[in-house]
Nanobody, 122 residues
Framework: VQLQASGGGLVQPGGSLRLSCVAS????????MAWFRQAPGTERKFVAS????????FYTDSVKGRFTIDRDYAKNTLYLQMNSLNPEDTAVYYC????????????????WGQGTLVTVSS
């Protein structure tokens, strides 16, 4: 199983980025997917998740209205569109998978991808 995240980088406050996570070695449609982030010196925290049927999405309060999670079953790819970025969004972002039910916490995760660094700075 591999979850390959990409799309991070340096962006100015107010800018946008789109993260991608390509999944391989698992049945994508049977897995709930999520994004977490970890800032230096802090624990890994939930950002957003999408259930396996693509019918429900969940967001942490600080990103509601700014971030959008979605998935492309044909491409086995998870996305995170991030708008109106601010310095507090700076972190390593990780994609995650769970066979079955939606992901709401780190302990729910079955598989982690490698991270992609997002830096929001002027």
């Amino acid at each position: 199983v591999q979850l390959q995240a990409s799309g991070g980088g340096l962006v100015q406050p107010g800018g946008s980025l789109r993260l991608s996570c390509v999944a391989s070695g698992l049945t994508f449609r049977m897995n709930a997917m999520a994004w977490f982030r970890q800032a230096p010196g802090t624990e890994r925290k939930f950002v957003a998740s999408i259930d396996r049927s693509d019918s429900r999405t969940f967001y942490t309060d600080s990103v509601k209205g700014r971030f959008t999670i979605d998935r492309d079953y044909a491409k086995n790819t998870l996305y995170l569109q991030m708008n109106s970025l601010n310095p507090e969004d700076t972190a390593v972002y990780y994609c995650a998978a769970r066979y079955g039910a939606a992901i709401m916490r780190a302990v729910d995760v079955h598989r982690w991808g490698q991270g992609t660094l997002v830096t929001v700075s002027s």
